[in-house]
């Protein structure tokens, strides 16, 4: 029979291992995202990202981890979780990682529509490098480099109305700089031969 110190040690092995699990879901049902709740995905995607173990990524700001941890296998089906994705990375490093949502999403487009002349599709904002830079510009654009992009967030969402009619009274200016990433997939040769 085990003694009562053995068994204390293993359930402390169990434990420390388990730790980093247990800590992950609990920040993935902190941060309470309905598309993980209705697949009942919560428990998949803190393993997924514990087998990812990118948190150094993270804290690092790099982006491409926001790819990874949005791709979900559940029930046999992939599903793709980016706005959770940026949420989580976002609630790790707020400085590098602004967050994916519908409000940003409809205010990038709205404001390269108006100032830059050009129409963004989603396919461009799906990749998350340039959406990172796009949101970064906007920032900047609105004179807030210095809130991180979760007090970013949070401001576009309490002031969604009065930003989007500021941005619908610039003036189209079509000679503004474009981010390096968005000229470059905008004229890359796919695009191109796909326009043609």
């Given at each position: ?20 699990y247990?800590e ?12 993980l709740?209705?697949e ?77 002349g ?13 959406f ?17 992009y ?20 610039l003036p ?25």
């Amino acid at each position: 029979m085990k003694s009562p110190k053995n068994i204390i040690d293993i359930f402390l092995k169990m434990w420390r291992k388990d730790k980093e699990y247990i800590e992950i879901l609990d920040q993935v049902k902190s941060l309470g995202d309905e598309k993980l709740q209705v697949e009942k995905a919560e428990k998949l995607m803190a393993r997924h990202i514990k087998r990812l173990s990118v948190k150094n990524e993270i804290n690092r700001g790099d982006k491409w981890v926001v790819g990874e941890i949005a791709k979900l296998n559940v029930s046999n089906r992939q599903i793709e979780f980016f706005e959770f994705a940026t949420l989580y990375c976002n609630s790790i490093n707020p400085k590098e990682y602004p967050i994916m949502n519908l409000t940003s999403v409809k205010l990038i487009r709205q404001f390269y529509k108006q100032w830059h002349g050009i129409s963004l599709t989603y396919e461009v904002l799906v990749d998350y490098n340039v959406f990172a830079e796009l949101m970064n510009e906007l920032r900047t654009f609105l004179n807030l480099e210095t809130l991180d992009y979760f007090n970013f967030n949070r401001f576009l969402g309490n002031y969604d109305l009065p930003v989007r009619i500021f941005i619908r009274n610039l003036p189209v200016n079509r000679k503004h700089h474009m981010p390096a990433l968005l000229f470059d997939y905008l004229y890359s040769p796919e695009i191109l031969a796909n326009n043609n």
